[in-house]
């Protein structure tokens, strides 16, 4: 499969449908070559996951790739992220590695919204969580479903796709029953400062005509 970068003047009608149903899936969005640079760190990541990790997955893990870093500042993510967010100014929050091991009957999320997590629950800053797709996604691999005020969809993205999530949307997946495992980078922006100790708190920097001049790995939110 050959993944490309959609053209900006294609993605009119992926922000209708995001803000219509707080969610939409984006086909081929992302070049096979970030595709494969990006699972490739992730899998190294799960291997240090219990060193680096409370949970299964790992947050904020560009914290410990240079690699990843540049994944998660993409140009891809600046353009997505301004896009949906609906303003001009952009900051960071959390860069999370979600593989699912394959066999693994562990790892599994129950329905649930990511602002129901921190100091957000009451929804007024605007997040977004741009999921990267690194594998197929299958019933058999965990499935990947959303609510919204249609009911629940099931959705089967595949690799070099992605999925973004308003923060006040449901969604859920089950256990990867496959004998692989399968990987999502999950990439969380938001239209003000989220000021949650442990989390990215900056701006994302326009790096489409600049280098980011503050470093995320060193500017983690000291406030709770």
Not at 9 to 24: F, I, P
Not at 62 to 89: C, F, K, P, R
Request: net charge negative.
């Amino acid at each position: 499969m050959e993944y490309k970068q959609k053209d900006l003047n294609d993605l009119t009608e992926a922000v209708n449908h995001y803000n219509q149903r707080g969610w939409v899936e984006i086909t081929s969005y992302l070049r096979r070559t970030k595709v494969e640079r990006c699972r490739k760190w992730l899998e190294l990541m799960n291997l240090k996951r219990h060193a680096l990790s409370d949970w299964k997955g790992i947050s904020c893990v560009s914290a410990h790739s240079d690699i990843l870093q540049n994944l998660y500042l993409s140009v891809e993510n600046w353009d997505l992220s301004h896009m949906l967010l609906g303003t001009d100014t952009v900051y960071c929050f959390n860069d999370q590695c979600v593989v699912k091991n394959a066999g693994d009957v562990e790892m599994a999320f129950a329905p649930h919204c990511d602002n129901q997590f921190g100091t957000n629950t009451d929804h007024s800053i605007h997040t977004v969580n741009i999921m990267w797709i690194l594998d197929d996604i299958t019933e058999e691999n965990g499935g990947l479903a959303v609510q919204d005020h249609l009911g629940w969809r099931e959705l089967t993205p595949s690799a070099g796709s992605v999925v973004a999530v308003r923060g006040d949307i449901m969604h859920a997946s089950g256990y990867n029953t496959s004998d692989t495992n399968r990987a999502l980078y999950a990439c969380v922006f938001t239209d003000a400062p989220m000021n949650m100790e442990g989390y990215w708190n900056e701006e994302f920097a326009d790096i489409h005509h600049q280098q980011l001049v503050k470093h995320p790995k060193r500017n983690l939110s000291q406030n709770s």
